[in-house]
């Protein structure tokens, strides 16, 4: 991911009107990805249009996946953005989740493996050290909690079967869908992986719990060892 430019700059005046009035006129699905920030953003920076200005942000995040999975002390070092807007931004990016939270707890996510996808690439996929999530489900399938297990280094996260065990417990969890990231960019899966997904697939099963799935995530890429048939 490209390293931000903080670069100063000056806040100038509202300048949204061409963006929000396509938006008004034709829906947001015609709108670009800087014309969608130009009207969230409302605002421009001098000698830098509010439109002008979401481009510039998309290329120093490396798009809008890094924007709005950025830090909110990052955010705020960006000028012309301030707590206000960079708020904004991460208030956008945990509606997005929890909107596909709602969706994946309302019916069988065995139905929904795309939306399950999107989902741990909301969460991870912008993360940059590894974390390993699980997704507690109960016996229709249905997502109870999104937990995050553990968080680690660029290359390791510990994770612990037993503690995976006593949070599905303590969830009344039937199933539970593990995911975590690669940080280095590749999401295919180490032998450490591989080693991880069976050893706590035994556990789980002493409790009568599935492991129906473990997913390794890196940028846009989510692979599912699942489908592979490496579970």
């Known amino acids: 991911m490209p390293s931000p430019d903080f670069s100063p700059l000056s806040v100038r005046n ?9 938006l008004l006129r034709h829906g947001a699905a015609v709108l ?5 920030l130009a009207v969230i953003l409302r605002t421009g920076v001098a000698g ?10 998309l290329l120093r995040f490396g798009g809008l996946r890094g924007l709005f999975g950025a830090d909110l002390a ?11 807007k ?5 208030a956008i990016m945990e509606l997005s989740r929890r ?6 707890g309302g019916g069988d996510v065995l139905d929904a493996p795309q939306r399950v996808k999107e989902y741990c690439a909301l969460t991870l996929g912008h993360r940059r050290i590894e974390h390993c999530m699980a997704l507690f489900l109960d016996n229709q399938h249905r997502l109870i909690a999104s937990v995050e297990l553990a968080s680690g280094t660029l290359n390791q996260a510990a994770v612990y079967p037993r503690e995976v065990v006593r949070q599905a417990l303590s969830h009344h969890a ?3 869908i593990l995911a975590h990231n690669h940080p280095s960019g590749s999401a295919e899966p180490s032998q450490a992986d591989l080693t991880l997904t069976r050893h706590l697939k035994q556990a789980l099963a002493l409790v009568d719990v599935r ?21």
Not at 14 to 22: F, K, N, Y
């Open 211 to 231: 492991l129906l799935d473990h997913m390794i995530v890196a940028a846009d890429q989510v692979i599912s060892l699942a489908e592979r048939g490496q579970m």
């Open 14 to 22: 509202p300048d949204t009107g061409m963006p929000r009035e396509r």
């Open 48 to 57: 830098c249009p509010v439109v002008a200005l979401g481009q510039q942000l």
């Open 86 to 90: 960079s708020c904004q931004l991460a």
């Open 74 to 84: 990052v955010l705020q070092r960006v000028p012309g953005l301030g707590a206000a």
């Open 174 to 176: 039937a199933a539970l």
């Open 32 to 36: 670009s990805d800087a014309e969608l």
């Open 99 to 104: 909107t596909l939270g709602e969706e994946l």
